[in-house]
């Protein structure tokens, strides 16, 4: 019986640093138990932790080194859910299937051609550029009869998901400028269903040149983290809290009577803990929208600390345990190093080669999530098939930009021709002419496709990787 | 100083002792009203003794477990007279106090 619970206190002593205390506290723990005790009691087990995870720290009458030790655990927790949430996102449901899965096309756009939709990122720059967001695909009706009444057909879009169990938040809000020297109305809302938030927009534009698009009847299809992924993250941030910890009070112990050491590990420290809570902040308040689901703000901030900012922290924590030893660091320095070269330089190797003509099509696997698009054109194409193949371009509903090149030395042919290799020779100067095109989300090549191979001139139309 | 840091001292202060004796020992001057966990005992010594106040003593095996017995230096007993002479002088105050209460008949006071 004494064995039982002998071991059952050994096993709760391991939260104290390995040594002589444990065995002379276990001698203790033993006779303050009344003879009919089995089991360590709530109050004993909370004990032991509390001061175990202390006496971890060592330096037993600094209250700095707890502060301190609390900081770290404090960031390394959120580096650890950053590490888990960044990889949980690997496996989080694609947006296509999801929306498959539901129909959404069909309930919105009943008996309508629908382009767009297909999957995208995780998280995505917002439209100006200026933001991260969710994720999203671009689905859309070009006009007809039905949908240009804009307003109308928003308001039956909304009767139709809230029929078929979407949340509808707010009315259809329509908007009217006709005034202006193309009347526009607009009439949106949105509406959000199991982990997916959809944004409505419909839009007419009057008075459009014959070959321009008048509008469309559209939605913005965006994803957000599914409710595993919480649990994830937490558990993530719950080993990197206790590994912050532990490996904090092993540096605190190993430099303990050493002021020099102790002065710039725990320089580094501050400095790494300070880094790693302001990025994680700034990252999340430098996208926060309020009309923005509001759990999208916390995986930002999650994001902000993989990548760069991550690697910089884990750098300085690895250089502030070489200076309490030397020799511990050098693995670990030499693991972050091979980490940051393999993904960081990946890009830099691509070969120079001698295009004749347009690339062939990229493997799909590694375009279904790009954004980026290129439409070439034969160098000998007229004036006037050139506006026409560029009007066809902007006719699409899912362009966001495109921009010419016919200048061999510009960086975008590299990406045109060879994955961001340099051209051979001369080479360039025969290639045809290419729009660079981008797209809001990757499930618009189709549409793209659509519209502007036919047109006179144009040679291909190929879903490009998108440049590093 | 806290508490259980007081008792410690107290209890520490005539002889070296080993943990459990220390509990022992204190639980006895309190009468009962303060019982020691392990964890908190042993923090406490250590604080103690990086501050110079107590300092181990001899070490012993009985029945195969370890016991490292702890002794109070010179500095913890200047610490634990000063600390008595402050509790004193709150005591006293607030006797003062509670008499001066009594004399204008303001409610029980005990005594």
């Known amino acids: 019986m004494s064995d039982r619970l002998a071991r059952r206190y050994a096993y709760w002593l391991r939260f104290y640093p390995p040594g002589e205390r444990r065995a002379e506290m276990l001698a203790t723990l033993l ?6 005790r089995t089991r360590p009691t709530g109050r004993e087990i909370l004990n032991l932790i509390g001061y175990g995870l202390r006496a971890r720290l060592g330096r037993p009458a600094s209250t700095a080194v707890v502060v301190l030790a609390t900081l770290a655990a404090l960031a390394s927790g959120l580096l650890g859910a950053a590490a888990a949430a960044r990889l949980g996102w690997e496996f989080a449901p694609s947006l296509a299937s999801t929306a498959e899965s539901q129909d959404l096309a069909t309930t919105v756009f009943p008996g309508q051609k629908v382009w767009g939709g297909g999957d995208a990122e995780p998280f995505v720059r917002s439209g100006d550029g200026e933001q991260t967001i969710y994720g999203f695909a671009d689905y859309w009706v070009k006009h007809n009869d039905t949908t240009r009444d804009v307003r109308a057909y928003a308001e039956g879009a909304r009767d139709r998901l809230a029929a078929a169990g979407w949340d509808v ?4 809000t329509f908007e009217e400028e006709v005034a202006s020297e193309t009347p526009i109305g607009t009439a949106t809302f ?3 269903r199991d982990g997916l938030v959809l944004s409505y927009t419909g839009v007419l534009w009057g008075d459009r040149a014959p070959w321009d698009s008048d509008g469309a009847a559209s939605f913005e299809l965006s994803r957000s983290a599914p409710v595993w992924l919480t649990g994830v993250a937490v558990t993530g941030g719950a080993l990197g809290a206790f590994a912050g910890w532990l490996l904090f009070g092993w540096a605190s112990r190993r430099s303990e009577g050493d002021a020099a050491r102790t002065t710039i590990a725990a320089g580094l420290g501050w400095t790494a803990a300070v880094w790693t809570l302001g990025s994680a902040l700034l990252g999340g308040l430098w996208n926060l929208d309020l009309d923005r689901p ?7 901030s999650l994001r902000s600390l993989t990548g760069g900012a991550g690697a910089l922290i884990l750098a300085m924590a690895v250089v502030a345990f070489a200076v309490v030893r030397l020799r511990t660091a050098i693995p670990a320095a030499v693991l972050l190093t ?3 070269v393999i993904s960081g330089w990946q890009s830099a190797a691509a070969a120079a080669c001698t295009p004749s003509g347009p690339p062939d099509d990229s493997p799909p696997d590694q375009v279904t999530l790009s954004r980026v698009a290129r439409v070439y054109i034969a160098q000998d194409s007229t004036d006037e098939q050139r506006n026409y193949a560029q009007a066809a371009i902007a006719r699409v509903w899912g362009t966001r930009s495109f921009s010419f090149h016919y200048d061999p030395t510009d960086e975008e042919y590299r990406h045109a021709y060879c994955d961001g290799g340099p051209l051979t020779g001369d080479s360039g100067m025969r290639v045809p002419y290419f729009w660079e095109v981008g797209l809001s989300s990757p499930g618009v ?5 659509d519209e502007v191979s036919p047109m006179p001139g144009v040679l291909a139309v190929v879903h490009g990787r998108a440049a590093a | 100083m806290r508490e259980p840091t ?3 001292l107290t209890a520490l202060a005539p002889e070296p002792r080993y943990g459990y004796g220390v509990i022992q020992e204190v639980t006895r001057l309190s009468e009962g009203r303060i019982t020691l966990q392990a964890g908190t005992l042993y923090a406490a010594l250590d604080r103690l003794v990086a ?6 003593d001899r070490a012993e095996t009985v029945d195969g477990r370890p016991r490292r017995y702890y002794r109070l230096t010179s500095d913890g007993a200047t610490a634990l007279d000063a600390e008595t002479e402050r509790l004193r002088a709150s005591v006293e105050a607030a006797t003062a106090q509670l008499a001066a209460r009594r004399r204008f008949g303001l409610g029980p006071v005990s005594s």
């Not at chain 1, 006779?31 to 009919?36: G, L, N, Q, R």
């Not at chain 1, 938040?169 to 259809?172: E, I, L, N, T």
């Not at chain 1, 090549?445 to 496709?449: I, K, R, S, T």
Request: proline share 11%.
């Open chain 2, 6 to 8: 007081f008792w410690i």
């Open chain 1, 338 to 340: 091979g980490v940051v």
């Open chain 2, 51 to 56: 501050l110079g106040l107590v300092e181990p």
């Open chain 1, 445 to 449: 090549f189709p549409a793209l496709e």
């Open chain 1, 190 to 192: 949105w509406a959000s």
């Open chain 1, 31 to 36: 006779e303050c138990a009344p003879p009919e």
């Open chain 1, 294 to 300: 509001a759990d999208e703000f916390v995986w930002l």
């Open chain 1, 169 to 172: 938040h707010g009315d259809v």
